[in-house]
Structures are given as C-alpha cells and as structure tokens.
C-alpha cells in the first residue's frame, strides 16, 4: 500500500497488519476503562480517541489545508471542519490572516 506502488508494498502491508493487531488487542482495555467511566459513550470516546490523531496528523501532512487533508483521508471538507469542530481540534490561522479582515 505504499502511494507510488514501489516493491515495499508487501513489507507495508506487513506492518499496517502488524499495526492492526495491536490496536485490536488494546481494544478490550480500551472498552472495560471506557465502559467504567464513560457507560453509554464507549463508541464515541474510542472513536475521539483514534479519530484525534488521524485528523491532526492529516492535517499536519497537508500544512493545515482542510481541502487537501479531506481528499487524503477521502471525506468531504465539511466533514473534516466538523469533526475537528467536534473534536475540539481548531484550525490554525496562518500569520497574517485574522478573522474578518479583508485583504
């Protein structure tokens, strides 16, 4: 699954499924801690919890452009805008550029 289709893409997938396992087996702690504290909102606080890193971390691949961060990750804009709205994740203004003021 490299992006150029390269020869890695066995050892790629080697380590995505690697990756895969661990977060499988952290699943039941994750749900017995959640279910303790958080009873009713296990799905929801396991998702913040895995979606937080992908958003910030698309963000940071793309320099903070939410249209190209959404194209990455395959969801509309507004989706991205919202669920970092939801996520408390808020964009980053670059220098310059403040809110309400016109070039």
Known sequence: MSVNGTADDGATRGQLTSLARVVAGAVPMMVDQLASTHPRRVYREVMAMMERPLLLH???????????AARLLG?????LRKRCRDLGLEPSRRPGRAAGRTP
């Open 58 to 68: 698309a963000l940071s691949l793309t320099g903070g452009n939410q249209l190209r």
């Open 75 to 79: 969801v509309n804009r507004n989706t």
